[in-house]
């Protein structure tokens, strides 16, 4: 992980963890548990399974298509290029919404993600961490994909679980590496002891900031979120 901040996370170590942390709770649900709200705003479980779906699709296509242009962004500044977009995030609702709707059975996706998530993981522990590979308009090794793999995958398991109190909790070694990518956005370790379960879900929007944690954030708390 670079972007001015630097860590000794495993990538394989930290996507497996991290996918498989994802994909115990994803193979709990049944139908009506597919139908509970999540962290992401107009979504139910199974929108985010679906956008979770096509997250490892994505990764899976990345994987098996190096190319010979050096990287352009790495684990951190992969997210560089996120911003608010309410236009764009209403529509990227309606797309899962819609996309998931279409499953009769929520069955057929939990299954297509437990076996695609799986593919997933097992290309990524064979890809050479240095590869380059394209994916988003952007060249990083393969290495620093899977970080962003685990890190996207641990910001949704919060998500998922809201309305699943006795639910897996994320990985440690996922929650690592969403806590190294904040923190390398943020430019510095941030000053506050959160645990890293609220680190993540406070630098990315999901948890409102007391006026205390603005206090200690100071000018870095308009920053927030750092991603999404």
């Given at each position: 992980?670079?972007g001015d901040q630097?860590?000794?996370?495993d990538p394989v170590?930290?996507l ?11 193979a709990?649900?049944g139908?009506?548990?597919?139908w ?7 979504w139910?479980?199974?929108d985010l399974v679906f956008h979770?779906l096509?997250d ?5 296509v ?5 190319v010979?242009?050096?990287p352009?962004r790495?684990?951190?500044?992969y997210?560089h290029?996120?911003a608010?977009d309410p236009v764009g995030?209403a529509?990227g609702?309606r797309?899962?919404?819609?996309s998931?709707s279409m499953?009769?059975?929520f069955g057929q996706?939990r ?6 998530a799986a593919a997933?993981v097992?290309?990524?522990a064979?890809?050479?961490?240095a590869r380059?590979?394209c994916?988003q308009?952007h ?5 620093d994909l ?6 996207e ?6 998500d ?15 929650l690592?590496?969403v806590r190294?990518?904040l ?5 510095r ?5 959160w645990?890293?379960e ?6 990315t929007?999901?948890?409102?900031l007391t006026?205390?944690e603005?206090r ?7 920053r ?5």
């Amino acid at each position: 992980m670079t972007g001015d901040q630097r860590d000794d996370t495993d990538p394989v170590a930290a996507l497996r963890a991290a996918y498989g942390a994802f994909a115990e709770v994803v193979a709990t649900l049944g139908d009506d548990a597919s139908w509970l709200p999540t962290g992401c705003t107009g979504w139910a479980a199974r929108d985010l399974v679906f956008h979770c779906l096509s997250d490892a699709q994505r990764a899976l296509v990345a994987l098996h298509t190096p190319v010979s242009a050096p990287p352009d962004r790495d684990a951190v500044t992969y997210w560089h290029a996120w911003a608010p977009d309410p236009v764009g995030a209403a529509h990227g609702r309606r797309w899962a919404r819609v996309s998931a709707s279409m499953f009769l059975d929520f069955g057929q996706l939990r299954e297509l993600y437990l076996e695609t998530a799986a593919a997933t993981v097992t290309a990524g522990a064979a890809a050479d961490p240095a590869r380059a590979v394209c994916t988003q308009g952007h060249v990083l090794t393969a290495g620093d994909l899977l970080i962003t793999l685990a890190v996207e995958a641990t910001v949704h398991h919060l998500d998922l679980t809201v309305s699943l109190p006795g639910a897996a909790r994320p990985a440690p070694e996922g929650l690592a590496a969403v806590r190294a990518t904040l923190d390398g956005l943020l430019g510095r370790p941030v000053p506050l002891d959160w645990s890293d379960e609220h680190y993540a879900r406070a630098a990315t929007g999901r948890a409102p900031l007391t006026r205390e944690e603005r206090r200690a954030l100071g000018s870095d708390a308009e920053r927030l979120p750092l991603l999404s």
